[in-house]
Each structure stands twice: as structure tokens, then as C-alpha cells.
């Protein structure tokens, strides 16, 4: 996986792009049908496509919500300085890194594959 405050911020930003307006748990994302992204929950799990996605806005701020298979969920902001993901919900930090077109971000045992796109600039 490769690092870097370049690539973090152009994905933070792509993520923020696709952000919708409304409160979590209020919007569709979490809804049947929603947007799925690969989760591993837990020691030891391999990436399966049962996360749900939802995008949200709080007080200006915005939020990306992934929903667990079993009704947990965990929350991220969106860093205004293009730095990635924070976790919203907890003591817990967000580790992030590029994975080709993914944004890999781990919060204690669980982790998360955000797809973003490249734009056309060869920016991501």
C-alpha cells in the first residue's frame, strides 16, 4: 500500500464530492439497495462487500456512515484539510492507506475499503 498526504487528500476530496446532505441514519445509504463497501469485522476477517454505505451531513460537517451486517455501525468524517477519513464515533483512531483505487481505513479490528475515482488530471 503507498502513503502519502497527496493521495490522502485527493481521495478525502473525491469522498466529499460524493457526499448528500441529511442527518446519518436518515438519509437511504443504509437502506436495501445501498451502496455497498467491502468490511472485515474483527481478528482475523477477509473483505467481504456486506457493509452498507451512507453519506451524510452533520452541522456542516460530512460524515460517512458504514453499516455492519449485524446493525453496529461505525461513523468517519471527512478531514476539510484533504488529511482522509477520521472515526467519528469513539476513542479509536482511523488508520488509512491507499490501495489502488481504494482508501483502506482501519479502526481497532475492523477495516473498510472506500472506493474513490481518479480524476482526469491523474489526480485521485
Same mark, same amino acid.
Given at each position: ?55 451524510? %451531513? ?11 451486517? %449485524? ?54
Amino acid at each position: 500500500m503507498r502513503r502519502g498526504p497527496v493521495l490522502f487528500a485527493a481521495a478525502a476530496l473525491a469522498l466529499l464530492a460524493a457526499c448528500s446532505r441529511g442527518e446519518p441514519g436518515a438519509g437511504s445509504g443504509a437502506a436495501e439497495g445501498a451502496e455497498k463497501i467491502a468490511c472485515a469485522l474483527g481478528v482475523g476477517a477477509r473483505f467481504e462487500a456486506v457493509c452498507a454505505l451512507e453519506r451524510a %451531513d452533520r452541522g456542516g460537517e460530512k460524515l460517512l456512515v458504514v453499516h455492519h451486517p %449485524d446493525g453496529g455501525f461505525r461513523s468517519f468524517t471527512v478531514l476539510a484539510n484533504g488529511a482522509g477519513l477520521a472515526a467519528a464515533d469513539g476513542a479509536e483512531s482511523a488508520r488509512q492507506a491507499i490501495a489502488g483505487d481504494l482508501l483502506e481505513v482501519a479502526v481497532g479490528e475492523d477495516r473498510y475499503r472506500f472506493p474513490f475515482k481518479v480524476k482526469s488530471d491523474g489526480a485521485r
